[in-house]
């Protein structure tokens, strides 16, 4: 093998890791298929031939972008006939690691779950040209497509994220605030101080996966969504009873969430979306326990985009 020393390839890659991360990630809305993504790239790097390799970050980024969508389209069968609603896989992050707003938001379950909806070439033209900034003709090269093309792929996939992501933001100091109401509500079964942070339309949306028992379809309305939360401190959950439950604020994909323990491991996941008034109007409940390593690990990512 010609190119970088085996010791400066490592210490090139291991540069970039995190950025590689963040880009399979957000294709992927995996940690778990990200994390393999990456390796996969560690391996096609370290037997690659690197003597003409002039830019490290644009090259590695090819690879790990081709190798995220050779996986997106082999996980869209699975993903069709997925029981219930799919959600990403949460994962922990540092406060404001992020390191812009839009990086942050380009991370939230509301955004990955629109991205879900493009086609893999789609998504990752607007993942690569929105979030990270590479440029049109970057991209095509990247993805491996002619410009033309990658230029009707981002003019669509925009078209797309703006005709479904929320208009409306409310600042992230606000988002914190109604997410500590929140749970003090929720674990204190205040219907009616839930009642107070949720949009009159709220919808919940609970990921089983089959794997554990939650609603199949949206939750919709602030009367039932409040009364399913203010239950949880007072019914069995997923064989838990509430005195052995614990939930915890916590930073969840570039936001504020909760996270409810049991003894041994974490049962869910809940984030929020908000509108500009800082009014809940989407709940988003993981409980799949395939997609809960990530958070059962503790591991705090940093999905930066630079």
Excluded: C
């Excluded at 669509?156 to 409310?170: E, I, K, L, Q």
């Amino acid at each position: 093998m010609s190119g970088l020393p085996t010791d400066a390839g490592q210490q090139v890659f291991h540069e970039h890791r995190r950025l590689l991360f963040s880009v399979a990630y957000r294709l992927l809305g995996s940690a778990a298929d990200a994390e393999d993504a990456v390796q996969d790239a560690w391996l096609k790097w370290s037997a690659a031939d690197r003597s003409h390799v002039a830019d490290p970050k644009a090259y590695l980024t090819r690879i790990v972008s081709n190798l995220a969508l050779e996986r997106l389209r082999s996980a869209q069968h699975t993903r069709e006939s997925y029981i219930g609603p799919w959600l990403p896989e949460p994962v922990l992050t540092a406060p404001d690691a992020a390191d812009t707003v839009t990086a942050a938001e380009s991370v939230s379950m509301a955004l990955l779950v629109v991205l879900e909806t493009l086609s893999p070439l789609e998504r990752a033209v607007f993942v690569l040209n929105e979030v990270f900034g590479y440029s049109h003709a970057e991209t095509a090269r990247m993805v491996e497509r002619s410009e033309p093309a990658v230029r009707q792929a981002a003019h669509r996939a925009r078209a797309h994220v703006r005709a479904r992501r929320p208009r409306f933001t409310a600042d992230r100091s606000r988002q914190r605030q109604v997410t500590e109401r929140f749970f003090a509500a929720a674990t204190g079964g205040d219907v009616s101080a839930l009642m107070e942070l949720l949009s009159p339309d709220v919808t919940l949306w609970t990921d089983g996966g089959g794997k554990v028992r939650q609603a199949l379809r949206p939750v919709v309305g602030a009367t039932t969504v409040a009364s399913w939360f203010a239950a949880i401190g007072t019914v069995t959950y997923q064989g838990v009873e509430p005195t052995d439950m614990r939930a915890e604020l916590a930073q969840i994909n570039g936001s504020s969430g909760i996270v409810f323990r049991a003894p041994a491991r974490v049962i869910a996941t809940v984030t929020f979306d908000f509108d500009a008034d800082g009014r809940i109007t989407a709940i988003h409940n993981v409980a799949n326990p395939d997609k809960l390593q990530a958070v059962t690990g503790g591991t705090t990512h940093d999905l930066g985009t630079r």
